[in-house]
């Protein structure tokens, strides 16, 4: 069965404090994985999209990776301003034209 | 310019009552999308436009009806909604529908919808 899972459900840092989150995913053709930032009550923020495995991308604090089962988001010395809830998607052969998300995680950043 | 502008931020509304989502984009984009969001949980899609026709309906009851008048417009109509559906609904486009390199869908900021 096709899945995308995030995890963990929910981290806590503190200031500085690096950490990793996990989307993985069992589908069959991956066309694209794609990252989103979403604070509460408003859009997801677009982050970064990934289309093969061993692709990397990075943007001030943040470094996604993508391997053949799962993709993870870096985040390096996180500040409070990085708290907010991190979606997966996953489009692929038997989904074309439309996104699968996973839970996502919600990032809490203490000062 | 990668915005997508939606009216209103929030909307209350009787069960009786009929009302209208919009959603605007001007980046050329040829698919656009529409995502109902409860409180915790991921979008979840409802609709899919593509090239302004009706592409997917995710089994959404009638009481929805989206429309699009042109490539950089969708609207969503609601009437005899349900209390349950009172949630935060996102429209979002893409260059193409999504399967190619470059479809990276971005999001509105959505519309609080209260159904009393």
């Known amino acids: 069965e096709d899945q995308v899972t995030q995890s963990p459900e929910a981290l806590r840092l503190q200031e500085g404090e690096s950490s990793s989150l996990n989307c993985s995913y069992t589908v069959s053709g991956l066309r694209g994985l794609f990252w989103y930032r979403q604070d509460p009550g408003k859009g997801p923020e677009f982050l970064f999209t990934?289309?093969?495995a061993g692709e990397e991308k990075e943007k001030e604090r943040l470094k996604a990776t993508l391997t053949k089962k799962e993709s993870f988001l870096h985040i390096t010395a996180p500040k409070p301003e990085d708290s907010a809830t991190y979606l997966c998607a996953v489009v692929y052969n038997t989904n074309a034209g439309k996104s699968t998300f996973g839970d996502g995680t919600t990032l809490t950043v203490k000062p | 310019d990668t915005e997508v502008t939606q009216t209103p931020k929030h909307l209350v509304m009787g069960m009786t009552n009929k009302k209208s989502l919009k959603c605007e984009q001007h980046m050329g984009h040829r698919a656009m999308y529409w995502y109902k969001q409860k409180a915790k949980k991921p979008p979840e899609l409802m609709f899919v436009y593509s090239y302004e026709k009706l592409s997917i309906n995710e089994s959404v009851p009638s009481r929805f009806s989206p429309e699009c008048p042109n490539s950089s417009l969708l609207n969503l109509h609601l009437h005899a909604l349900q209390p349950e559906d009172s949630a935060l609904y996102l429209c979002a486009s893409s260059q193409r529908p999504q399967g190619g390199a470059t479809d990276t869908q971005y999001f509105g900021p959505g519309t609080r919808l209260t159904v009393l």
């Open positions: 990934l289309y093969s």
